[in-house]
């Protein structure tokens, strides 16, 4: 499981580098790499809203564990 987690944080990463530059400078690199509204870009959106759900898990793990 250790191995899932790794790859969610690093999506989830992306995800927040992505938002992080919509914010400052208006630019969304998930659509500037793979197009507006193309199945690669959806694709993406899902990955990185899957990882974060798998992070939320992740969180109460290390909750219960303190």
């Known amino acids: 499981m250790e191995t899932v987690q790794k790859i969610a944080l690093v999506f989830t ?6 938002w992080g530059l919509i914010g400052l400078l208006d630019l969304n690199l998930v659509t500037t790499i793979f197009g507006v509204d193309t199945m690669l870009t959806t694709i993406v959106y899902i990955i990185v809203g899957i990882t974060g759900l798998i992070n939320i898990g992740i969180l109460f ?4 564990k303190a």
Not at 13 to 18: L, P
């Open 13 to 18: 990463i992306i995800g927040a580098v992505n």
């Open 61 to 64: 793990n290390h909750l219960e």
